[in-house]
Every structure is written in C-alpha cells, then in structure tokens.
C-alpha cells in the first residue's frame, strides 16, 4: 500500500512542478497581447499598414496616414479610400466576392469563376480572408453575419454565428478579416464591434476557421478594422479608442494577460491535477481493498 502511495504522490508532484516550471515568466506576463499605439481618445472606422506606412480612417471620415510607423499621423488630403476591398490573394490564387456576394476563384492568367459549392453571402458582402500556407481554407462573412469556411474538399460550411453581446446591445457586427500574405502564422483575425477580436487557426485536426476564440485582453470591444503587415509582423486594429497593435511573437503563444490573472490559471491547472491525482489514489485503494 504504501509503494503505491508514495508513487503517486511522486507523480502528482511531479505534474504540479512540471506545470508551474512550464508557466509564462514574470517578465512575460506584464507584455500586453495588445497595445496602444496612437490616437488614443478617437474612434477609428478603419486601418492598412504595409511596412512603416499606415493609414487610418476616422468615424468622422477624416483620413490620417503615418510614414515613421505610427510615431506620428497627418491628414491626408482629399480623403481618399484605403487600400484593400473583397479580395485576397494566396499561393497564386486570388479570392474575392462580387458584388451580388457571390464567391470567386481565379488563377494566375485565367478569368474569376463562381467557386461552385460557395453559398450566396448577399449582396454588399465584401469580408474574405485566406491563409498563404493553406490557400483553399477560405473564410467569408454573408451580410447576414454568418461566418463561413471553405474545407478541405471544396465544400462550405457554417463557421460561427455570434450571440448576442447582451440584453441591450445585440448581436456584434462583424467589421473585418486579416490575414498575414505570407506564411507567418496560419491565423484568421476577426473584428468586430462588441467582443473585440477573435482568432481561428489550423490545429492538427482543423483548418482555419473551424474554431475560434477570443483574442483581445486590453483592447477595446469596439474594433471597427483590421490590418495584418507582414513586414513589421504586426496586426493592427482600429478601435473606438484609437490605434492598437499586435506584433507575432517569436514562437507561438496564446493572449497574455494581466499577472495575477495569469498565475491564478497556472494555479487553477495544478489544483486540477492533484485533484485528479487524488482520486486516482483514492480509486487504487478501493481496488486494493
């Protein structure tokens, strides 16, 4: 009885140290998932980046743009429209919806045709993204706010359908898709204006757009754009509190947030597995008995 006791105990205190030695380190949980990054205090309705140029369109519909990288913004004469629309390309092949909603596909040196067994996403649809290193895992929204995804035979399926933010306030508004156009991660990013951003990307069993999660701890609910940079590895977001960046990190990671937070989940997991250890001794000695 008592070699069986002492082994799992050994175990279960192995599993804690292994799950304690595995947490973030401090340093690491005071870096912010998301971070401000200029024009705090004005609401945004839209952003592209490419490298150190950024521009931004303000619910006033006052166009700002940034050559140092969002050190600094200046009006950009004539407002003119950003850049991007409904469609994308990945790996040589160019994804876009036309303006009756209806999804194209088009590759290099051939016309854009109707991809066959995409569903009709309704007129004014224009939110597509693609990832470059899986360039059929497309992920569409229908102007009903129904979220799509392309599989890997070609066919369609419902991907999310939000719920509402509360009472009050609604279902969210879906306000954009980003993408990296190169192969940096294999993420989708979602805004919208009620839950922040949400992220979906390929898992050993699944392609993008088959589950998503909510990414956004310190940015505001309210995103309204987004822009993936490939250059500066940054995702930017338009937000009703200004501009917010994301920038990839070295290996991959999930959301950090706050300190206490954080240690209080590693706590939480490592109650969790001497809790399960426990019940494994308890259930060796009802067997032994």
Do not use: C
């Amino acid at each position: 009885m008592k070699p069986i006791i002492a082994t799992v105990a050994t175990a279960a205190f192995a599993a804690v140290a292994v799950v304690m030695a595995a947490a973030p380190a401090a340093s690491a949980a005071t870096d912010a998932w998301w971070t401000p990054l200029a024009l705090r205090g004005t609401s945004l309705a839209g952003v592209a980046a490419r490298g150190d140029t950024i521009t931004v369109r303000s619910e006033a519909g006052v166009t700002l743009r940034s050559n140092d990288a969002g050190a600094r913004f200046t009006r950009v004469s004539g407002d003119p429209p950003l850049p991007g629309g409904a469609a994308v390309i990945a790996s040589g092949v160019r994804w876009s919806i036309d303006p009756s909603g209806r999804v194209l596909r088009a590759t290099r040196g051939m016309a854009p045709a109707p991809d066959p067994l995409a569903p009709e996403l309704g007129s004014g649809a224009r939110l597509i993204a693609v990832t470059p290193s899986r360039p059929d895992a497309v992920v569409a929204v229908a102007v009903d706010g129904t979220v799509w995804r392309r599989g890997r035979n070609g066919q369609w399926g419902r991907s999310l359908l939000l719920l509402p933010a509360g009472l009050l306030r609604g279902v969210p508004a879906i306000t954009a898709l980003a993408a990296f156009d190169r192969p940096l991660t294999d993420t989708v990013y979602m805004a919208t204006d009620g839950y922040s951003v949400l992220i979906s990307s390929r898992t050993s069993v699944g392609w993008p757009g088959d589950d998503w999660i909510r990414a956004g701890p310190g940015l505001p609910d309210a995103v309204r754009g987004l822009a993936a940079d490939s250059q500066r590895r940054t995702v930017y977001a338009a937000t009703s509190d200004g501009l917010w960046a994301h920038r990839l990190q070295a290996l991959p990671a999930v959301p950090v947030y706050a300190s206490s937070g954080l240690l209080a989940r590693w706590l939480g997991i490592a109650l969790v597995v001497v809790t399960a250890a426990a019940f494994t001794l308890l259930a060796m000695l009802r067997i032994r008995s």
